[in-house]
C-alpha cells in the first residue's frame, strides 16, 4: 500500500510571483513539477503534497490546495490577487527606508513590511481569505524534494535538519553549475553563496535530479560530493499544449504578421544578445528590406553597447523588436507564427525554449555550449556564439532558398521527440522514490 508523502518545497514561487505573473526559467520547473507530482503520486507514495517556509514559523507549513486550485493557474493570478486585496507591492520607497527595514530582525521587519518576503505576503492575503496553515511533521517514509533554487534560503538549514531528524530523504534538482563552472558570468557573492550550498546542501541528500548529463557531470567535477551519490537526468517537458490556438491578441497583432526569428531569454550578458543585434545589422545591409524581423522575447535591461546597439538598429532598419511580460498563451502564439528562433547563449545547464522550439517543428539557430546540444537533441543549427557572421550565413541560406526551411522543419518534426510533464515528473518521482528505504 503507498504511504508516506512527497513534501515539495515551493517557498521560492511565493517571491517570484508576488512582482510577477508568468512564470520563467526555474519557477516554470518548480510550478509544474508540484501541480503534477500532486496528480501523480505514484505507488509508493500515498500523496505529494507543496509546502513553504513561513518566517518566524518552527517548522514547514501546508495549506489546502483545493482552496487554491491548480497551482500552474494560482500562481499566475496571485499578484492579482493581491492587487484586488489591497496589498502592498514589494519595494520601498526610498533607499533610506530600505536601509532601515534591512537592519531589523526578520520577524519584526516581515510584519511591517510584508512585501519584503513573498511568504509573509502570502500569510497576508490568505488571512484575508479564510485560508488556515497547517504545520507540516515529517514522518518514516515521507521523502523531501527540492525542486527549485536549492541554494537560496536562510530556512533550508532548518528545514534539512527537520527532515533528517525524521530520516526523511532528501532529493534536489540541480538546474545548473554555471556559478562554479564560470562565476564571472554573475556578481561573486552569488558564486561564493552557490559554493557553500553545494557543500552545505548537497552531500545531506540521498539523490540529485538534473536537468542534462551535462549539468551533472560539471556538479560532479566541480563541487565535493560523496563517490556513490545517485544522480539522474530527468528531461524537462516542452510540449507545446494540447489546445487550440486562441485569437492573436492586439498586442502581438503586429508582430506575428511579419516573417521573425525570435529569442526567448532574460535580458543578460551570458545569453548574447549582442551577437544577435550585430549579425542583423550585417543582414540589413545585405537584405535590406528582405531581412526577418529579430524579437526579442523576456525581461532584464540592455546596458551598455548592447543598449546602444538596439537603438542604432531600431534607428537604421526597424527590424529589432522587444516584448517583456509576454504570458504562456502569447509565447505559445509567438512561438506557432515564428519564422524560426534563435538561442546563440554562451552556456546553458539545458536550454529549454530550444526544446520548446524544436517541439513545435521551428528551426532553432543555437551555439552548442553547455547543454544546449543536448537539450537539442542534435536537431539544431549550429552557430558560432563569438562570430555573427556564422548567424547571417544560416539565415542568408533559408532567405534564399524557402524550400530548404520547410525540409528542415520536416526532418525536426519528424525525429524529435517531445517531453510532456507527465513524463518529466514520473522521471522525477522514480528518483525520489528510489531514496526510500524498503523493509
Same mark, same amino acid.
Given at each position: ?29 518548480? #510550478? ?57 507591492? $514589494? ?5 533610506? #527606508?530600505?536601509?532601515? +527595514? ?33 504545520p507540516v511533521e515529517f514522518v518514516g517514509g515521507d521523502g523531501l524534494f527540492l525542486p527549485g533554487s536549492f541554494w537560496l534560503g536562510r530556512y533550508r538549514r532548518r528545514l534539512l535538519d527537520l527532515a533528517g531528524s525524521a530520516d526523511v530523504p532528501i532529493t534536489a534538482f540541480v538546474h545548473d553549475v554555471l556559478l562554479l563552472s564560470h562565476p564571472e558570468w554573475l556578481p ?8 557553500? $550550498? ?8 540521498? &539523490? ?15 563541487? @565535493?560530493?560523496? $563517490? ?33 526569428? #525570435? ?5 543578460? @550578458?551570458?545569453?548574447?544578445? +549582442? ?41 537604421? *532598419?526597424?527590424?529589432?523588436? @522587444? ?16 519564422? #524560426? ?7 546553458? =545547464?539545458? =536550454?529549454?525554449?530550444?526544446?520548446? +522550439?524544436?517541439?513545435? *517543428? ?6 552548442? @555550449?553547455?547543454?544546449? *546540444? ?52 514520473? &522521471? ?6 528510489g531514496t526510500i528505504k524498503h523493509g
Amino acid at each position: 500500500m503507498p504511504s508516506g508523502t512527497i513534501w515539495i518545497d515551493i517557498t521560492e514561487l511565493f517571491d517570484r510571483f508576488a512582482v510577477a505573473t508568468h512564470p520563467t526559467g526555474v519557477s516554470r520547473v518548480v #510550478m509544474n513539477l508540484a501541480e503534477q507530482l500532486g496528480q501523480e503520486p505514484g505507488d509508493v507514495f500515498a500523496a505529494a503534497r507543496p509546502l513553504f517556509w513561513r518566517p518566524g514559523a518552527s517548522a514547514p507549513v501546508t495549506v489546502d490546495l483545493a482552496r487554491l486550485g491548480p497551482l500552474t493557474d494560482f500562481f499566475p493570478s496571485l499578484r492579482v490577487l493581491y492587487d484586488d486585496a489591497g496589498l502592498p507591492r $514589494a519595494g520601498h520607497a526610498s533607499r533610506p #527606508m530600505k536601509a532601515l +527595514a534591512t537592519s531589523m530582525p526578520r520577524s519584526l521587519r516581515y510584519r511591517l513590511f510584508p512585501a519584503d518576503n513573498g511568504v509573509a505576503l502570502f500569510a497576508l492575503w490568505a488571512r484575508g481569505a479564510g485560508i488556515e496553515f497547517t504545520p507540516v511533521e515529517f514522518v518514516g517514509g515521507d521523502g523531501l524534494f527540492l525542486p527549485g533554487s536549492f541554494w537560496l534560503g536562510r530556512y533550508r538549514r532548518r528545514l534539512l535538519d527537520l527532515a533528517g531528524s525524521a530520516d526523511v530523504p532528501i532529493t534536489a534538482f540541480v538546474h545548473d553549475v554555471l556559478l562554479l563552472s564560470h562565476p564571472e558570468w554573475l556578481p561573486g557573492r552569488h558564486a561564493e553563496q552557490f559554493r557553500r $550550498a553545494c557543500e552545505a546542501v548537497l552531500p545531506r541528500c540521498a &539523490a540529485i535530479a538534473g536537468n542534462s548529463q551535462e549539468t551533472l557531470q560539471e556538479l560532479r567535477r566541480l563541487a @565535493r560530493l560523496p $563517490a556513490d551519490l545517485p544522480m539522474q537526468v530527468c528531461r524537462l517537458a516542452d510540449l507545446a499544449p494540447d489546445q487550440p490556438p486562441g485569437e492573436v491578441s492586439e498586442r502581438l497583432s503586429s508582430i506575428v504578421g511579419q516573417r521573425y526569428v #525570435m529569442y526567448v531569454s532574460t535580458l543578460i @550578458r551570458r545569453k548574447n544578445h +549582442a551577437l544577435l543585434v550585430q549579425a542583423w545589422r550585417q543582414l540589413w545591409r545585405g537584405w535590406g528590406p528582405s531581412t526577418p524581423y529579430l524579437l526579442f522575447v523576456g525581461g532584464g535591461a540592455p546596458s551598455g553597447e548592447l543598449a546602444s546597439e538596439m537603438a542604432l538598429e531600431v534607428a537604421e *532598419g526597424g527590424r529589432i523588436v @522587444r516584448l517583456t511580460d509576454v504570458d504562456d498563451r502569447d509565447l505559445e502564439t509567438l512561438y506557432r507564427h515564428a519564422w #524560426m528562433t534563435a538561442y546563440p547563449s554562451l552556456g546553458e =545547464g539545458y =536550454g529549454l525554449p530550444v526544446a520548446e +522550439a524544436l517541439s513545435r *517543428g521551428k528551426v532553432c539557430l543555437a551555439s552548442d @555550449r553547455g547543454a544546449i *546540444g543536448e537539450a537539442g537533441a542534435g536537431l539544431i543549427d549550429v552557430i558560432d556564439p563569438s562570430d555573427p557572421a556564422s548567424v547571417v550565413a544560416k539565415i542568408g541560406e533559408y532567405l534564399e532558398d524557402p524550400g530548404r526551411l520547410a525540409a528542415r522543419e520536416a526532418e525536426i518534426s519528424a525525429l524529435y521527440r517531445p517531453t510532456n510533464w507527465s513524463q518529466t515528473a514520473r &522521471a522525477v518521482r522514480s528518483v525520489i522514490e528510489g531514496t526510500i528505504k524498503h523493509g
